[in-house]
């Protein structure tokens, strides 16, 4: 079983510039998470999608931050512009019912 | 905001010692997971407790859930210098689908 595929792994950018990133979810998974871990801190969810539909995006800064799942199954996040404190790693996860599965996430680093 | 709060948030032990690591949350929930994470990789799964067990195992992994006392506990047994990482406590709370709300997370160091 092929697991939750992430691209790219890492990411510099300049402040104030865009950036996306693509998340493959497992196959047949419903659920897909997108999550942000600052160093040293936990995840911090910022959206969860349930098939093409958004269940929580409550801590989603939403004047930079977008996210999509078209078709209920791929999906991007992006950051338009970034700031500073984006750098972080973006970690996307999926699940059918309660556990969840990572990718390796992608590591941001805004400069 | 953050549901679960692990302690300690660091741990050091030898290899062949026990680790326990303690995590409380603040709300109901439907389940509580714990995951692994090595550093610089993504999270893996261990185990999942359900609100209506009192305790789980799973190898070298045993897990308690208090819910009056909103807490768990993960206990490794007989470490190893592998499962130097970082372990975080996830609180499932069910509506329509699962939200999992993560903690800080304790990291653990074992010591060959």
């Known amino acids: 079983e092929a697991g939750v595929a992430q691209s790219p792994r890492y990411k510099i950018i300049e402040k104030r510039q865009s950036v996306a990133f693509w998340c493959n979810p497992i196959?047949?998974?419903?659920?897909l998470y997108w999550y942000q871990q600052i160093l040293g801190q936990g995840p911090k969810l910022l959206i969860q999608?349930?098939?093409?539909?958004?269940?929580?995006d409550s801590q989603l800064p939403k004047d930079r931050f977008s996210a999509e799942r078209l078709k209920g199954v791929d999906s991007t996040l992006k950051i338009q512009p970034a700031k500073l404190e984006d750098s972080a790693v973006y970690l996307c996860?999926?699940?059918?019912?309660?556990?969840?599965?990572f990718g390796q996430g992608t590591r941001l680093t805004v400069v | 905001s953050q549901q679960g709060e692990e302690d300690p948030q660091a741990l050091s032990i030898q290899e062949g010692e026990n680790a326990t690591m303690n995590c409380s949350y603040k709300?109901?929930?439907?389940?509580l997971q714990w995951y692994r994470q090595n550093s610089g990789r993504g999270l893996v799964h261990l185990i999942l407790?359900?609100?209506?067990?009192r305790e789980k195992h799973s190898g070298r992994l045993r897990v308690t859930l208090d819910t009056s006392k909103k807490s768990s506990s993960l206990l490794i047994t007989a470490s190893r210098a592998a499962d130097t990482a970082s372990y975080f406590c996830?609180?499932?709370?069910?509506?329509?689908?699962?939200?999992?709300?993560f903690g800080k997370g304790t990291k653990l160091t074992v010591n060959p």
């Open positions: 196959s047949g998974h419903a659920t």
């Open positions: 407790i359900r609100s209506n067990e």
């Open positions: 996860a999926s699940s059918l019912k309660a556990e969840a599965f």
């Open positions: 996830a609180t499932g709370t069910q509506g329509g689908s699962e939200k999992l709300v």
């Open positions: 709300t109901s929930i439907n389940n």
């Open positions: 999608f349930q098939n093409n539909g958004v269940v929580d």
